[in-house]
């Protein structure tokens, strides 16, 4: 028998680990999912507790308390290795569990001595959590044993020895075990038949072990072995293996530059007013964000007063057009007052649920009703849950907080035209603003590197004018990125540029495109322009054929031959990045694609379009995404209509 103690452990422990953690993978071409073999390892086993009543006929006059001993373990093995880390691993075969407890004294002064072959037919089924880009893995599960040899030896002196079987013993066991393990390949990277030879170590604690269910005899092991394992995966073709591509090829760099760079322009923008109004959570007070007038200041209020340009402290559409939206109740109010046959409905909801929901209506209609004058009888309210577009889709589990911000609101619907105009969606009639727009985006200079999302790790550029000063922008990674003409030219009249745009590749190369840029400073816009907005539901885009007649018959109107419309799209900062890219890009090409058709109807030509979609970025949404209504906003496509010279 092979002494066993806890200075042989720790060392066998210890070297394992030592040997497993410092093995590097190599990194194969293709992998099994499925493997199947045969493992044999040496059970270290430790004996604990206490043993005296051997069976019915036999009580030994001193108990035995601890022992250790070395037996065989053997099985057939499955295991389950999808992409990722975590797997599955099954082992059903042969346990041994037998070992000799210290010796003891019995009272007649005669040593005596206990052995056991005690084994099992063992089940253990484990999850398999592999360590990436190495072939280290973990595991860890139950183990349902079954009991089958039971014998023992107990000798002492002066007496035969006694060979029987032990009574009492728990025919099933259900314990535990966690252990690690290396693959390592024993086959050609290109076979199809793959073989691994994997060493591995287990730590079976005494928790469950009790091997009868008489006395508190229990077994711990330490289980060291290897296993041999066979999986069947696709041979890689040479075809398959990945090729270097030379990213000077595959990226094409483009600037578009205004003919002349506008300061600033004058601008009618036709203001989309959100029909809702966002709640507070543990309110149901209307937000203080929103613009409460007193009795007297509501009888002096008038819609147009919104419609002027705005004061210079005013900086910013996010401020200038939120002013607008915050009034809503007030715009309402002021609608109400000058078409007394029109009615509306109010729905409140609140994930807390239709109670609180129709306190919020109940608070917007009393606001109606005390401080404008308006009939109650002319306002209904209700309350829900959830409303009628909710944000919150069932069963999502991303960003929910900001998701159920925006369905803790109150809808206005009517079917009175002079409070609603069908645009898409039921927002309320928009609001005309007239605004001095500062670097419109006409301006822009834009610098298009098509392929650096797939190509490049990143790209910068320098822009060196006649005088040799450079100015430096970057570092990039999308494939397009804009600044504005005047930050450009700075305090110069005009200036012509050598742009010089330096790369790095993904796998290192350098990769350098160049080109020229020439600018003028155009300080006044004598032209006016035209802004529109559509707003859209959170995450969608195929709404954008609600607004057909809108932009048909409203929009495309004003769009002369010779002028230049840009259509840029937006999403606010719920959901990926990428997607929300794709997704604004879709309903800018959609909007274009209606306006498009409209003018061919009307015979319009030589109409410029330059349609982006910025995605969630925040350098270019109109709004910030601080508030819910500012998230409502920036779900937007803006189209500015520049009429041609």
Request: net charge positive.
């Amino acid at each position: 028998m092979l002494p066993i103690n806890k200075n042989t452990f720790t060392l066998i422990i210890s070297s394992l680990m030592i040997i497993l953690g410092q093995s590097i993978a190599t990194a194969q071409t293709a992998q099994p999912r499925w493997w199947f073999g045969l493992s044999g390892a040496a059970n270290l086993n430790f004996y604990s507790g206490t043993t005296q009543r051997l069976n019915n006929s036999l009580i030994v006059p001193t108990a035995f308390h601890k022992g250790n001993g070395v037996r065989p373990y053997g099985s057939l093995l499955m295991e389950y290795r999808p992409a990722g880390m975590l797997g599955f691993m099954l082992n059903v075969g042969y346990d041994g569990r037998g070992g000799k407890f210290d010796s003891v004294m019995a009272p007649c002064d005669c040593p005596a001595t206990l052995k056991t072959n005690l084994d099992y037919l063992t089940v253990e089924p484990s999850l398999r959590l592999g360590v990436p880009s190495t072939n280290l893995y973990f595991f860890a599960g139950p183990r349902v044993a079954f009991a089958m040899q039971k014998e023992f030896k107990y000798t002492q002196l002066k007496q035969p020895d006694t060979n029987e079987d032990f009574s009492e013993i728990n025919s099933t066991i259900f314990s535990g075990q966690i252990g690690m393990g290396y693959d390592l390949p024993i086959s050609s990277p290109n076979s199809k038949t793959k073989a691994s030879l994997s060493p591995f170590v287990s730590y079976h604690p005494y928790f469950g072990q009790d091997a009868r269910n008489i006395e508190s005899w229990s077994v711990s092991t330490v289980r060291a072995g290897i296993a041999l394992k066979f999986g069947r995966a696709g041979k890689v073709k040479e075809a398959e293996v990945p090729v270097a591509v030379i990213p000077a090829r595959e990226v094409t760099f483009t600037v578009r530059a205004p003919k002349t760079v506008p300061a600033k322009r004058l601008v009618s923008e036709t203001l989309p007013l959100r029909n809702s109004v966002f709640f507070n959570e543990g309110s149901a007070a209307i937000p203080t964000r929103y613009v409460l007038l007193t009795n007297n200041q509501a009888s002096a209020f008038r819609e147009a007063s919104l419609q002027n340009e705005q004061t210079p402290s005013m900086n910013g559409r996010s401020a200038r057009q939120l002013n607008v939206y915050h009034n809503i109740l007030n715009i309402l109010g002021d609608r109400m007052r000058a078409n007394p046959g029109a009615v509306i409905a109010l729905s409140g909801a609140s994930a807390n649920g239709p109670q609180e929901g129709k306190l919020f209506a109940e608070a917007i209609k009393q606001y109606m009703v005390s401080v404008f004058g308006i009939n109650g009888s002319r306002i209904s309210t209700v309350g829900r849950t959830k409303p009628l577009i909710p944000s919150e889709q069932p069963g999502g589990t991303k960003e929910l907080v900001l998701l159920r911000e925006g369905d803790r609101r109150v809808d206005i619907s009517s079917a009175s035209p002079e409070l609603l105009m069908e645009v898409g969606g039921g927002m309320m009639k928009p609001v005309q603003i007239l605004a001095t727009q500062i670097d419109p985006l006409d301006s822009h200079v834009i610098f298009n590197v098509d392929g650096a999302n797939a190509v490049l790790k990143s790209w910068t550029l320098d822009l060196t004018d006649e005088r040799g000063t450079v100015k430096h922008y970057g570092p990039f990674t999308r494939d397009r990125e804009s600044m504005t003409g005047t930050s450009i030219l700075g305090n110069n009249k005009s200036g012509n540029y050598k742009v010089v745009m330096l790369g790095e590749s993904k796998n290192g190369l350098p990769v350098r495109k160049e080109t020229t840029v020439a600018l003028v400073r155009q300080d006044e816009s004598t032209e006016k322009g035209y802004r529109y907005s559509i707003l859209f539901d959170f995450d969608k885009s195929n709404s954008i054929a609600s607004y057909d007649k809108f932009l048909s018959d409203v929009v495309s109107p004003l769009i002369t031959s010779g002028s230049t419309v840009i259509v840029h799209g937006h999403t606010d900062i719920i959901g990926e990045e990428d997607y929300n890219h794709k997704l604004s890009h879709s309903r800018a090409t959609e909007t274009q694609k209606i306006i498009q058709t409209a003018l061919t109807r009307a015979g319009k030509s030589n109409v410029k379009f330059e349609t982006l979609g910025f995605g969630e970025d925040s350098d270019r949404t109109p709004f910030e995404n601080k508030l819910p209504e500012e998230r409502f906003y920036n779900r937007t496509v803006i189209i500015d209509i520049i009429p041609g010279k």
